[in-house]
Structures are given as C-alpha cells and as structure tokens.
C-alpha cells in the first residue's frame, strides 16, 4: 500500500520530495515538501476531499499542516 501512496504523492504537481516514518507499530509521519505553498495547498486540499479512499485503505489522517521551510541541512 505504501508504494502506491508514494507513487501518487510523486505525480503531485509541484512535489519535491518526501519523507514517510513510522513513530510507532500503528502510526507513522510523512513530510512533504512542494516547490511552492500553492501546491502545497492543492495537494493538501485533495487529501482531505479523499477520506472515503483512506478509510478503505485503513489510512486516518490525525492533521495535516503546512508549513514553510526556513532551513535544513
């Protein structure tokens, strides 16, 4: 299921890069980062209009927040 996901978050327009880790046997996060806020803003507005297609995955999205990246290293 995992590589699904993956592979659809990659054809996102705007995508970057992204990060999945598990935290726990049931629980795990995801960053993404988008070449812009607006894509950021799409992509985030498809998630939450997908909740039928997660709940039948068995996924549950607990937030889902963007942010600006300032730095990294």
Same mark, same amino acid.
């Given at each position: 299921?995992? #590589? !699904?996901?993956?592979?659809?978050? $990659? /054809?996102?327009?705007? @995508?970057? %890069?992204?990060?999945? /880790? #598990? ?5 795990? %996060?995801?960053?993404?980062? @988008?070449? #812009? !806020? /607006?894509?950021?803003?799409? @992509?985030? &507005? #498809?998630?939450?209009?997908?909740? &039928?297609? *997660?709940? $039948?995955?068995?996924? !549950? ?6 942010? *600006? ?5």
């Amino acid at each position: 299921m995992l #590589d !699904r996901i993956v592979e659809g978050v $990659r /054809a996102a327009p705007g @995508f970057v %890069h992204g990060y999945w /880790a #598990d935290s726990a046997p049931t629980r795990s %996060h995801t960053f993404i980062v @988008f070449a #812009d !806020r /607006a894509a950021a803003e799409v @992509f985030a &507005e #498809d998630v939450r209009n997908n909740l &039928e297609n *997660q709940a $039948r995955a068995g996924v !549950r999205n607990e937030e889902l927040a963007i942010a *600006q990246v300032v730095a990294s290293a």
